[in-house]
Structure formats: structure tokens, C-alpha cells
């Protein structure tokens, strides 16, 4: 079993609400890419999207059988909000905030990172792809 992986995730809308997608980028420590995730979600908003990258991408990594993971995102309030900094006002986010945090609690350990977008250019590569895919 992979003892630390890395998790990098994006999600997007074109227009907020409007067609909206996720990248996500499993990697390990040594950035090898273990899996990828490009998917296209229907109507949401930036912010949901986010949120749906984020479990989508812990969702595979629980399925890896990864106990501790360090997780990017380029979505300042998801991360500020998945650490407790930022409480949930949102009532559409909420929803997505409890099931995510509730499968965050599955791992031994977790970090949430915030970093800029280009310095997650893949998993923003692979939102915009499942659009471009969806948009033809």
C-alpha cells in the first residue's frame, strides 16, 4: 500500500453558474501521475465545482487504499473552509462541505494546501478539456 500520495484538484465553471467540469491529478511523492480524473458535472458554480474535484479526487485516492495524503487546490475559500478557517454560509456548498469533510476523516492524515493556478496547471488542463469535450 502507497503510504503518502499527492492530490491536486480543480474545478470550473465557464460562466458561474454554467457548464462546469473537474481535473484531478493523483500523483506520488515523486510527481509520477497514479491516476487522473477530467469529468464534466453539468451546471454548478466555480465554488461547487471545486468542491466536487476535491472529493472526487479523495474519493479515488480512499479506493487507492492511500492512508495520508496533501491535497492542492487553487480554490482559496474551499481550502480555508476544509481547514475551519472560513465557516459555510453558502446553503448550496454545505452539502458538499459536510460529505467531503466527512470522507477527509477517513485518512490518517490530510493537508489541505492552497496554491496558486499556475501552480496547478494540470488539473486546471483537465477541467478545461472535459469543457472543451463536453462544448464540441
Not at 1 to 26: E, F, H, Q, W, Y
Not at 117 to 131: H, S, T
Request: one cysteine or more; hydrophobic letters at 40%.
Amino acid at each position: 500500500m502507497v503510504k503518502t500520495l499527492i492530490l491536486r484538484t480543480d474545478g470550473g465553471a465557464r460562466g458561474n453558474p454554467g457548464s462546469a467540469a473537474i481535473g484531478v491529478v493523483i500523483e506520488d511523492k515523486t510527481g509520477q501521475e497514479i491516476k487522473t480524473i477530467s469529468h464534466y458535472i453539468g451546471e454548478a458554480t466555480n465554488n461547487q465545482a471545486e468542491y466536487k474535484a476535491i472529493y472526487a479526487g479523495l474519493k479515488a485516492a480512499k479506493e487507492i487504499g492511500v492512508q495520508e495524503i496533501i491535497c492542492y487546490l487553487d480554490s482559496e475559500l474551499v481550502v480555508k473552509q476544509l481547514k475551519l478557517e472560513y465557516k459555510v454560509k453558502d446553503k448550496e456548498l454545505a452539502p458538499l462541505f459536510i460529505k467531503t469533510w466527512n470522507l477527509a476523516q477517513e485518512f490518517k492524515e490530510i493537508k489541505f494546501i492552497h496554491v496558486p493556478r499556475e501552480r496547478n496547471k494540470r488539473a486546471d488542463w483537465l477541467v478545461n478539456q472535459a469543457l472543451d469535450k463536453y462544448e464540441k
